[in-house]
């Protein structure tokens, strides 16, 4: 009784005589404050005793893991050697994990599909939970985590770094990508009412979509339903739902004022981007006059104008529109006008 403090606390609330023939005491309500002194100090020397058996146990198995043996119970393919206080590899249950890692590693195996497999081929019943965690477990190529630290084991691996490599892409994903050949709509947005596990779809005959729970954590009693009955349980419980006035005039000012920034910043954007026009050459080559005197607005076409800095003068680039035009113009005399001498 002395090892159990809370028993101790339970008793006293009881109210009840107890008698102890080795100290030779009775422990009621109505004991002496000598004999309830004894008995807590018992009790408190007890409970120490607990919390130091605990710590030195803890010890010993933290020097047992640095020693490279595993302190606890192997997983599936290892057996305990009490007689050498060692872990060996069980030689009935080693084939069967080596299998599923086999199995897994290609890609063409899922937790259910592998669960039954096992089942089928070796009799082994287990848990897609149980199966997920022995494919994480690290122990099967020769280390172990103990207490947040990972350690060498002593015991011999079962699966190449390689294979348990591949086996952590499959489980992760990354493996192979997975093509979705129908799109559901309401996949992925749904839970499992009775043990929280995700609602997937299904298409059934081309042309019927129904949704059911995956059962991850075994058989459940959701029954099937169709699409068309999920979309109308859905509506019903959206059209509950309702915006007030005050918080939908709230979000349609927030989508104008948001609306007008874009606007303002766009028209800036297109303002900062369109190209200028230099003014300069107009005014220069309204004022360009040829020897004759007159204005010569022919010699400037295709031509730049430009004042030369610290002159006066004005220089002109391409002055060859005038003989272009004359010769255009010589050009499109009637055919008359070409006729050859006999």
């Known amino acids: 009784m002395y090892r159990n403090f809370r028993d101790c606390v339970t008793l006293e609330d009881l109210d009840v005589e107890i008698h102890l023939p080795k100290e030779g005491q009775v422990i009621s309500k109505d004991s002496k404050s000598q004999a309830k002194l004894v008995h807590g100090i018992q009790l408190v020397i007890a409970r120490n005793y607990i919390e130091n058996l605990r710590d030195e146990v803890r010890k010993g198995m933290r020097e047992k893991a640095a020693q490279g043996i595993y302190p606890s119970r192997p997983p599936l393919g290892y057996r305990n050697n009490k007689l050498l206080r060692t872990i060996e590899v069980d030689p009935e249950n080693a084939p069967i994990a080596q299998r599923m890692f086999d199995l897994y590693a290609t890609g063409s195996y899922s937790l259910a599909t592998l669960r039954l497999f096992l089942k089928a ?76 596990c995700a609602v997937t779809a299904e298409f059934k005959k081309q042309k019927y979509t129904y949704y059911r729970c995956t059962g991850y954590r075994g058989k459940c009693d959701l029954p099937y339903f169709r699409e068309e009955v999920m979309a109308e349980r859905l509506g019903q419980v959206l059209q509950a739902i309702r915006i007030p006035d005050g918080v939908l005039a709230q979000l349609e000012e927030s989508l104008l004022s948001h609306k007008t920034h874009e606007e303002s910043l766009r028209k800036r954007q297109a303002e900062h981007n369109a190209p200028t026009v230099d003014p300069t050459p107009q005014t220069a080559g309204a004022g360009l006059r040829g020897p004759s005197g007159r204005k010569n607005h022919r010699g400037i076409l295709g031509g730049k104008v430009r004042r030369v800095a610290g002159r006066g003068a004005i220089s002109v680039g391409v002055l060859a529109g005038a003989r272009t035009r004359r010769k255009s113009r010589t050009c499109a005399r009637p055919r008359s006008h070409f006729r050859t001498r006999k």
């Open 121 to 196: 081929e070796y009799g082994k019943v287990l848990s897609k939970w149980h199966i997920e965690k022995l494919l994480r477990n690290p122990f099967y190529i020769g280390t172990y985590e103990w207490e947040g630290k990972s350690y060498a084991g002593t015991h011999p691996p079962l699966v190449s770094p390689e294979i348990f490599s591949r086996v952590r892409d499959v489980l992760s994903g990354k493996a192979r990508p997975r093509k979705q050949i129908h799109e559901f709509a309401f996949s992925g947005l749904l839970r499992c009412a009775y043990d929280n």
